[in-house]
C-alpha cells in the first residue's frame, strides 16, 4: 500500500501546529506580560490557553480548509488540499465542523487536563485524557486506511485531502 499522502498529511498537520506555537505562544507571553496577566489556577490557565491558542488555531483551520485554495501553510509546502468528495471547496459549515472534529482530541486534552482539574479525581481526569488519545488513535487508523484520503473528520463531514 502506498501511504505517501498519509505521511504528507500528517507532516502538514505537524508543521502547521509547530507553526502556530511558534507564532501564538510568545504572542500569548507577551499579551500576559503587557497585561500583568498571570493565570495561577488550572481554570484560569485553560481560559488562556482557549483565548490564546485555541480560538486562533480553530480560525487558522477553518479559515484555511475553507479558503480557495483549501489548504493551511503546511498543506501547502506539501501540495495537498481539502475538497468535498466531488472536488468542490468546503462551505464554511462543513469546514467548522471539520475543525471541530479534527480538533476535538486537543481541545478534550485541554478540558481535562485543565478547566475540569479541581472538579475531577484523578482517574476521571486520566480517563479522559486516555479517551482523547485513543480518539487520535482512530483518527491515524483511518488516515492510514484510507492512505491520506480521509480521517474521521473527513468521513463525517464529506470531505478529503486530495493532491493540488
Same mark, same amino acid.
Given at each position: 500500500m502506498n501511504f505517501a499522502l498519509a505521511v504528507r498529511r500528517i507532516t502538514a498537520y505537524l508543521i502547521d501546529i509547530i507553526l502556530l506555537f511558534v507564532v501564538l505562544a510568545p504572542a500569548a507571553t507577551l499579551v500576559e506580560w503587557l497585561l500583568n496577566l498571570s493565570p495561577q489556577t488550572p481554570r484560569q490557565v485553560w481560559i488562556a490557553t482557549v483565548l490564546s491558542f485555541s480560538i486562533p488555531t480553530w480560525l487558522y483551520f477553518l479559515l484555511s480548509d475553507h479558503?480557495?485554495? #483549501?489548504?493551511?501553510? #503546511?498543506?501547502?509546502?506539501?501540495?495537498?488540499?481539502?475538497?468535498?468528495?466531488? #472536488?468542490?471547496?468546503?462551505?464554511?459549515?462543513?469546514?467548522?465542523?471539520?475543525?471541530?472534529?479534527?480538533l476535538l482530541p486537543w481541545e478534550m486534552v485541554h478540558v481535562f487536563g485543565f478547566a475540569l482539574a479541581d472538579e475531577l479525581n484523578v482517574a476521571m481526569q486520566s480517563a479522559g485524557l486516555i479517551a482523547a488519545n485513543i480518539l487520535l488513535f482512530f483518527y491515524l487508523a483511518i488516515t492510514f486506511a484510507s492512505r491520506g484520503r480521509r480521517s474521521l473528520h473527513d468521513l463525517l463531514v464529506g470531505t478529503q485531502v486530495r493532491l493540488r
Open positions: 479558503s480557495t485554495s #483549501g489548504a493551511t501553510l #503546511g498543506k501547502r509546502l506539501l501540495q495537498i488540499r481539502v475538497t468535498m468528495t466531488n #472536488g468542490n471547496r468546503p462551505s464554511l459549515k462543513r469546514s467548522f465542523a471539520r475543525t471541530a472534529i479534527k
